[in-house]
T-cell receptor, first 117, second 114 residues
Framework: AQKVTQAQTEISVVEKEDVTLDCVYE???????LFWYKQPPSGELVFLIR??????QNEISGRYSWNFQKSTSSFNFTITASQVVDSAVYFC??????????????FGKGTRLSVIA | NAGVTQTPKFRVLKTGQSMTLLCAQD?????MYWYRQDPGMGLRLIHY???????AKGEVPDGYNVSRLKKQNFLLGLESAAPSQTSVYFC?????????????FGDGTRLSIL
């Protein structure tokens, strides 16, 4: 069975601090995909990034960066110089590649990030 | 650019009442999903559909039914609402193919069962 664990339930940081959100996953698939979504206070789900299991290169997008390590089954998300607008719930999710082609997402329980001015 | 549209956005029901949540997508996506989000639980899959006329159970299907009569619409029904079904419901869709395509989510329906 697939599982995603986000051990940090809530994190509070002061504006301009760096913060890392942890994500650990479990899967038996050799090919799989990892995602991060952001849910701001307004409630919608915003796609941030996807990564496939064959690509372990870290990725940076502005103040956001992602560290994918297959050896530890982790896909951590770092926000550099956090801002109040980063306050949200962040979800890590996993999908595999069953033969049917359908790949429902398995979500972690989310990490609520509060950035204090 | 509507994307995924959920109707209604809010609803309050009494225990035992029935209702249908509508999800419509204009991206010609094959796959559609219904999730529920409860505090501290993340999103859990209720039912999904891989194409018009097909549906399948997800992780928490009990108490819900679904139908996909048209490719663009995915309906979630509650036949006899229970307080345990108080939740925020999200619909999502994605193109057919490999799992690397992200799902596109609607804005959610907040449902309260009294």
């Amino acid at each position: 069975a697939q599982k995603v664990t986000q051990a940090q339930t809530e994190i509070s940081v002061v504006e301009k601090e760096d913060v890392t959100l942890d994500c650990v996953y479990e899967t038996r698939d050799t090919t799989y995909y990892l995602f991060w979504y952001k849910q701001p206070p307004s409630g919608e789900l915003v796609f941030l990034i996807r990564r496939n299991s064959f690509d372990e290169q870290n990725e940076i997008s502005g103040r956001y960066s992602w560290n994918f390590q297959k050896s530890t089954s982790s896909f951590n998300f770092t926000i550099t110089a956090s801002q109040v607008v980063d306050s949200a719930v962040y979800f890590c999710a996993l999908s595999g590649t069953p033969t049917s082609g359908n790949t429902p997402l398995v979500f972690g329980k989310g990490t609520r990030l509060s950035v204090i001015a | 650019n509507a994307g995924v549209t959920q109707t209604p956005k809010f609803r309050v029901l009494k225990t035992g009442q029935s209702m249908t949540l509508l999800c419509a997508q204009d991206m010609n996506h094959e796959y559609m999903y219904w999730y529920r989000q409860d505090p501290g639980m993340g999103l859990r899959l209720i039912h999904y559909s891989v194409g018009e006329g097909t549906t399948a159970k997800g992780e928490v299907p009990d108490g819900y039914n679904v139908s996909r009569l048209k490719k663009q619409n995915f309906l979630l029904g509650l036949e006899s609402a229970a307080p345990s079904q108080t939740s925020v419901y999200f619909c999502a869709s994605k193109p057919q193919g490999a799992g690397d395509q992200p799902q596109h989510f609607g804005d959610g329906t907040r449902l309260s069962i009294l």
